[in-house]
């Protein structure tokens, strides 16, 4: 009998050898990014955690760290081990992804030993690397993957399969262990990033999809699934209850930070639709999509993509009693966007929220292609084409990812009227010395949005370094006129004042500093002061403080290695030289 080309039995039968192909295919997939920057929420939200410091400081502080308490534990661990270098961080979430393909793949073994599906296909390990490859390759993943912050993705789906597979191995076996490990699993997985709140939701699809449930438990599945539904929408339009849902709101949003309102749910709804398109067609990804608020139901988008969605769930439906799979992925696809659709931060459309939806479009897609294949050899071609195409998508978008310029400018290029991307690729302008592009983006910012502290902060320094004094001055009070706690221009402003020589404004300025964050900062400044007016001593115990408070203060060693130069200890200024240059 002869063997077919894409007969790919041999392989996919064996776990270990799918897992090493999986790793190869990726480090080429993501390679390019291994030794990209830090961008966009890596600064704010993570290098400038406190939670990073130490080992211990994210349980020390677990209030602060919240639903991504481990989360912050392994970029502590990278940066222990890294510090700012960014190799160690790609790498973790390359290997991260790596794995969440390899659980699908061993999820979907599972799925074809479970009552339902046992003996109904020949090839189960086929499929199964065809949806792993699919969930691997997709375009869509690149900014969980390449964007460093968005680890927690990641590992929430990490710890989201591994509870999935624990779970059915539990419901397979009989074994209490299984489901004593998947409720571990279901906790790391919260305080990697919360979103595994939908597991509940997504084994009651599987356990009506997968195993011999009674008659009268999938009416009640159902019946309580309808049933919820209808009375949330009574709740959410019944008057009586305003108080209360509006306390509910706010302490939610108080969470989440996102105000869950009607206008966010209208809106949701629109994106979602843009977020299936987008996974079908993702020729358009952009990291700052524009999704405006919708304020009400009838408007025409809100109508028509609630119709869409009723549509793809009654195909869902229509697929249960054809193809249980199909089915499946069409609602995990949902059931995975749920939480962060409703939960997540204060932009309506990111791809990262994507990530684990994405493994039920996989389920979806590797079925078509092994219902197609069965009929005509061509279909697994197109399904090789297909995966090949995914591929260079995801390539060439890693290309834009292994630099900040290319990124901010193909963002500002998708989304002129967004200040946010103008902002940020000012500010790489900035750090690359184009003082005339960067001022350009910061001008086009506050025309967007006059009150953009960044800004005019930012225009300040250009000022500044093309020795325009007066203008910068005005730069900074404007970026404190518009946020009165915005501590980077009290730094700057203080800066400014030392170098004309008014050392009590700057000392005033940095103790503000010092009351308002960005601590470290405002030590090193009040550091410099002392140093020139001679007070040594003082200066190096400033500089001290800083230093325990950021370890990796570059600043400090440099004023630390300059007044151990006016002390005359050329070996200790030359040590904390060399540590400055360390810790760049």
């Known amino acids: 009998m002869k063997t077919s080309v894409l007969d790919l039995n041999v392989l996919t039968r064996r776990p270990g050898w799918v897992l090493l192909g999986i790793l190869l295919l990726s480090f080429f997939l993501y390679g390019q990014i291994l030794t990209a920057p830090f961008v966009y929420d890596d600064h704010e939200l993570l290098l400038n955690s406190p939670l990073i410091k130490s080992l211990t400081a994210p349980f020390q502080n677990w209030q602060m760290a919240g639903p991504k308490l481990l989360s912050f534990w392994t970029f502590a661990v990278n940066y222990r081990i890294d510090g700012k270098h960014t190799f160690g961080f790609h790498v973790v979430n390359v290997v991260v992804h790596s794995f969440n393909a390899w659980f699908l793949y061993l999820l979907v073994r599972l799925v074809y030993k479970t009552p339902r599906f046992k003996n109904t296909l020949s090839s189960p390990d086929n499929l199964a ?92 599945f159902r019946c309580t699934g309808a049933g919820t539904i209808v009375i949330l929408l009574l709740f959410w339009h019944q008057a009586g209850i305003n108080e209360f849902r509006s306390h509910l709101l706010l302490f939610l949003m108080n969470i989440t930070v996102t105000m ?27 990291l700052d999509h524009a999704a405006p608020l919708v304020e009400t139901f009838w408007n025409p988008r809100v109508l028509l993509a609630t119709g869409f969605i009723l549509f793809v769930f009654s195909a869902g439906f229509y697929f249960w009693k054809r193809n249980r799979l199909i089915a499946v992925g069409i609602f995990w696809f949902f059931i995975a966007l749920l939480p962060s659709s409703l939960l997540g931060g204060r932009d309506p459309m990111v791809e990262h929220r994507l990530y684990f939806s994405l493994a039920g479009f996989s389920l979806v897609a590797a079925s078509v292609a092994m219902i197609l294949f069965a009929h005509k050899e061509i279909y697994g071609w197109i399904a090789v084409f297909f995966v090949t195409v995914l591929s260079l998508l995801t390539f060439s978008r890693n290309h834009l990812w292994q630099s900040p310029r290319l990124l901010f400018e193909d963002t500002v290029r998708k989304s002129p009227h967004l200040a946010r991307p103008a902002l940020m690729l000012g500010t790489v302008y900035l750090m690359e010395d184009r003082y005339d592009d960067a001022a350009k983006m910061f001008a086009r910012v506050i025309k967007i949005d006059p009150q953009s502290p960044e800004s005019y902060n930012n225009l300040g320094l250009i000022f500044l370094r093309t020795r325009r004094s007066m203008e910068a001055e005005e730069m900074f009070e404007k970026a404190i006129a518009v946020k009165a706690n915005f501590t980077p221009a009290y730094i700057n402003l203080g800066y400014f004042a030392l170098g004309i020589g008014d050392d009590d404004r700057a000392e005033e300025l940095f103790k503000r500093a010092l009351t308002l964050g960005k601590k470290d900062s405002a030590l090193v400044g009040l550091a410099n002061i002392a140093l020139a007016c001679g007070r040594l001593n003082e200066a190096r115990d400033l500089l001290e403080q800083a230093i325990v408070i950021e370890p990796r203060n570059s600043k400090a060693y440099g004023v630390l290695a300059e007044m151990y130069q006016r002390m005359g200890d050329k070996t200790r200024s030359l040590k904390m030289k060399e540590k400055a240059k360390a810790v760049e």
């Open 129 to 220: 690397f065809c949806a792993a490859i699919i969930f691997l390759c997709h375009p869509l993943q690149t900014q969980a993957v390449s964007y460093i912050w968005q680890r927690t993705e990641l590992l929430n789906a990490f710890f989201y399969f591994l509870t999935l597979l624990c779970y059915l191995q539990g419901r397979l076996n009989r074994g209490k262990g299984y489901f004593i490990l998947a409720a571990l699993f279901f906790i790391c997985g919260f305080y990697s990033k919360g979103m595994i709140v939908s597991f509940p939701l997504l084994a009651l699809v599987l356990e009506d999809a997968l195993f011999d449930v009674p008659r009268s438990r999938r009416v009640f």
């Open 260 to 286: 869950i309102s009607p206008a966010h749910c209208y809106t949701q709804l629109d994106v979602v639709v843009r977020y299936v398109f987008l996974t079908l067609f993702p020729f358009w990804q952009n």
